[in-house]
């Protein structure tokens, strides 16, 4: 069965102190990971796809990179913006034709000034 | 950002009671979904369309009936609502039949907030 776990549940961070969270997977077959964040009462926004391992890809202070089992989202020097819930999800390449997602629960990320 | 409005955004309603929540896209995806939100779950599929009138269950369909009568409109239906029911609903839109699209992530609307007592 696919599975996604994230860590931490939460964490707070001083205003550039660089940090990672991490999503751990079990799927039969890696299509793509996904990495979304989710603002307070708004619908999760896509961030990243990964495909394969050895992958990274770099978005202003985020940096999500890809191994056989994990991904992290690195973030350095955070500001107190990038506070929000980071969701990670997988699509299994035996999924068939839905392209359907599994989630994880999230981490959420204080920043404070 | 993606053209995916939910509509209401907030609901209180009493238990046993009908509920219909509306997802409407103008990006002429094919595919659209419904998820659920609860703390300590994640993200769950409850049902899913992948054109006008064809739909699936997903991981939590038991309860919830959907729609899809045109390609631009997904409609969730809670039967008759109970206290378990009450979570953050999402829509959500891709297109994997697009050439260059089959792998690219959901986009989701802001969803719905569901209460019921």
């Known amino acids: 069965e696919d599975q996604v776990t994230q860590s931490p549940e939460a964490l707070r961070l001083q205003e550039g102190e660089s940090s990672s969270l991490n999503c751990s997977y079990t799927v039969s077959g890696l299509r793509g990971l996904f990495w979304y964040r989710q603002d307070p009462g708004k619908g999760p926004e896509f961030l990243f796809t990964?495909?394969?391992a050895g992958e990274e890809k770099e978005k202003e202070r985020l940096k999500a990179t890809l191994t056989k089992k994990e991904s992290f989202l690195h973030i350095t020097a955070p500001k107190p913006e990038d506070s929000a819930t980071y969701l990670c999800a997988v699509r299994d390449l035996y999924g068939g034709a839905t392209n359907k997602l599994i989630f994880g629960t999230g981490t959420l990320l204080a920043v404070q000034p | 950002d993606a053209g995916i409005t939910q509509s209401p955004r907030h609901k209180v309603t009493e238990t046993g009671t009908p509920v219909t929540l509306r997802c409407h896209q103008t990006?002429?995806?094919?595919?659209m979904y419904w998820y659920r939100q609860d703390p300590g779950h994640g993200l769950r599929l409850i049902h899913y369309?992948?054109?006008?009138?064809?739909?699936d269950k997903g991981e939590v369909s038991d309860g919830y009936s959907v729609s899809r009568s045109k390609t631009e409109d997904f409609l969730l239906t809670l039967e008759s609502a109970t206290s378990s029911q009450t979570s953050v609903y999402f829509c959500?839109?891709?297109?994997?039949?697009?050439?260059?699209?089959?792998?690219?992530?959901?986009?989701f609307g802001d969803g719905t907030r569901l209460s019921i007592l």
């Open positions: 990006e002429n995806h094919r595919y």
């Open positions: 369309s992948y054109g006008v009138k064809d739909t």
């Open positions: 990964l495909y394969s």
């Open positions: 959500a839109i891709s297109d994997p039949t697009l050439k260059g699209q089959e792998n690219q992530p959901q986009h």
